[in-house]
């Protein structure tokens, strides 16, 4: 069992940056693939970003490519991704995933989550 807890959501203006973090306990951390999805408003969660275990492969939505940078410290337990050009439309509830890689890029498949992060962000 991993626990995740997020923190690191707000509000922010368009253009602006947040960084998130999430705080794991639990099973051995460094040996999962963790990562992040979102869910807005009336809509599915979706995969944002993803970073496997030991830092050797990530993978981003077309939607975060460019803006979004995931990473991990293992060290200390914890997943960051720091969000940049933020927009309206990146506004939603984040939530730290974790489980073996490629799984944690399908959101039926990753079978830990944290309990959310509001991220919002005005126009």
């Known amino acids: 069992q991993v626990h995740l807890v997020e923190s690191g959501g707000g509000l922010v203006q368009a253009g602006g940056s947040l960084r998130l973090s999430c705080a794991a306990s639990?099973?051995?951390?460094?040996?999962?693939?963790v990562g992040w999805f979102r869910q807005a408003p009336g809509k599915e969660r979706e995969f944002v970003s993803a970073?496997?275990?030991?830092?050797?492969?990530?993978t981003y939505a077309n939607s975060a490519k460019g803006r979004f940078t995931i990473s991990r410290d293992d060290a200390k337990d914890t997943l960051f991704l720091q969000m940049n050009s933020l927009q309206p439309e990146d506004t939603a509830i984040y939530y730290c995933?974790?489980?073996?890689?490629?799984?944690?890029?399908?959101?039926?498949?990753?079978?830990?989550w944290g309990q959310g992060t509001q991220v919002t962000v005005s126009s």
């Open positions: 639990g099973r051995t951390f460094s040996s999962y693939a």
């Open positions: 995933a974790a489980d073996l890689w490629p799984n944690i890029a399908t959101r039926a498949r990753v079978r830990y």
């Open positions: 970073i496997s275990w030991g830092s050797r492969n990530t």
